[in-house]
């Protein structure tokens, strides 16, 4: 397995250039699938999560390319007959799920494996199932797998309401929508920029939708799709990431510009708090520039759908509080229990609480390297930052949940001027006992 190890206290000096975004590149993946011929995606990042999606769409029988240098993905779509999504893909990756609306969407029939555990505790699919029933198909689950069908091979269409506000609900709702019969609406929509990114590629492709970016969607179904060209948008997780980075492990006083980045994906309340820290940020329409103040203000978050505070930028913000003067909170209200990094946190020095969803912050404990284990993607990179600001060396093990959405971290912070780099190492395991009876 491969660690990342951080000899902190070298600060980050930039530049840091933004990749395409995991999150919008998989829903585009999924919706080439409806149109019979040839799509092409740009700027999409070279990253673990887009190999395994590439994977799940191939067993259906689409032929996909990936091109790392110029990150474009090619997907021929000519031919889907294996409307399936098998458990051993779909369980590396819950956004494999996409393929039941997708495969509704271009067969009017899907196999789709639950996507089973995920490290931050239940993250339920119901209002997918549901919200599929709702616009017309026959649901059975049957042996760890949805079996979805459309009478007479196409859904109706109809009207549901998600509770709460679902990305992955809202983009399978979609897919399954956009070339049904009749009209159909989704309410509390999610408003993410990802699912107005792919509203609009579906809607490049002839689809016809209204409210994208509301949270009332309207779509009224077409017979057929037409395959085309698109570009992903930048990356605002890592954007976000890298801006919190910039506020910990630069040099007070001197800026670090960060490229590529479409700062109005962040949402206002993330980039309010961020001000509130007291630190100088710059915006334009292709950079931002951030500047690290003496001292960082505590400024408590709570998390909610866009355009609130991304529950993807809680780890890392607890990280800034354990630098600022002072006491602060972090709240996940949409994912009660998303405090893996807390303990390996605490590993390192931090002082943390957590009681039920919010986590408390005492700033200004000294921070010390040590082992710590990503227990997944933002915690990963919570841990990281962390090993930039502290004293000695820490290795971040179990780097692959890094690698499902940071394309070259370690490259891209080594440019920026921190110590850092990969190595191989063994997780031993203990043998297991023999039982005595
Ligand atoms: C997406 C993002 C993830 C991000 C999350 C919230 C991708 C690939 N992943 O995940 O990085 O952290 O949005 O911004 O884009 N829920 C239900 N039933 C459902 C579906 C969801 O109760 O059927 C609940 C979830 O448990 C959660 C809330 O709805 O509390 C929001 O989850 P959702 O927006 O669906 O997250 P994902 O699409 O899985």
């Not at 490049?204 to 409210?211: C, E, F, K, L």
């Not at 206002?268 to 961020?274: L, R, T």
């Not at 390297?369 to 179990?398: K, N, P, Y």
């Amino acid at each position: 397995m491969d660690k990342l190890v951080v000899h902190g206290g070298s600060p980050l000096d930039g530049p840091l250039t933004v990749g395409g975004s995991k999150n919008t590149a998989l829903p585009l993946m999924a919706a080439t699938l409806l149109a019979e011929g040839t799509s092409r995606i740009t700027n999409v990042p070279d990253l673990r999560d887009v190999r395994t999606f590439s994977n799940v769409i191939r067993v259906a029988g689409p032929a996909v390319t990936f091109d790392a240098g110029t990150h474009t993905l090619t997907l021929d779509a000519a031919t889907v007959n294996h409307p399936v999504a098998p458990y051993e893909l779909v369980k590396k990756m819950r956004a494999s799920f996409y393929m039941l609306g997708a495969l509704m969407g271009r067969c009017g029939e899907a196999k789709v494996s639950l996507p089973g555990g995920c490290a931050w505790g239940p993250r339920p699919v119901d209002l997918h199932i549901k919200g599929m029933e709702a616009f017309g198909a026959e649901i059975e689950l049957e042996e760890g797998y949805v079996q979805a069908s459309a009478p007479g091979g196409r859904l109706d269409g109809g009207s549901f309401r998600l509770e709460p506000s679902s990305v992955g609900a809202t983009i399978n709702l979609l897919l399954g929508a956009v070339r049904a019969r009749g009209g159909s609406r989704i309410e509390n929509a999610a408003r993410e920029p990802d699912v107005v990114r792919f509203g609009e590629a579906l809607r490049d492709m002839g689809a016809q939708i209204d409210g994208l970016g509301t949270d009332t969607i309207e779509i009224q179904g077409v017979d057929r799709l037409e395959p085309t060209s698109f570009r992903n948008t930048p990356d605002r997780i890592e954007l976000g990431t890298y801006m919190l980075m910039a506020a910990t492990a630069a040099e007070p006083g001197r800026p670090v510009e960060i490229r590529e980045g479409t700062h109005e994906h962040l949402g206002q309340d993330f980039k309010d708090c961020f001000a509130e820290t007291g630190v100088d940020v710059e915006y334009t329409p292709e950079t931002v520039t951030v500047t690290r103040p003496e001292h960082l203000r505590p400024v408590s978050i709570e998390t909610a759908p866009y355009p609130g505070f991304p529950t993807d930028l809680q780890a890392q913000w607890t990280v800034l509080l354990a630098l600022a003067d002072g006491t602060a909170t972090v709240t996940d209200t949409i994912y009660d229990d998303r405090f893996k990094h807390v303990p390996e946190l605490q590993r390192l020095g931090i002082d943390i609480s957590v009681e039920g969803n919010t986590a408390t912050v005492e700033g200004g404990n000294p921070i010390k390297g040590a082992q710590v284990m990503s227990t997944d993607l933002r915690a990963g990179v919570s841990l990281v930052m962390a090993g930039m600001i502290a004293d000695g060396t820490t290795h971040v093990l179990r780097v692959y949940h890094l690698d499902r959405g940071y394309e070259d971290l370690e490259g891209k912070l080594r440019r920026a001027g921190i110590d850092i780099h990969r190595e191989e190492y063994e997780e031993f395991e203990e043998p297991a006992r023999e039982t005595v009876s």
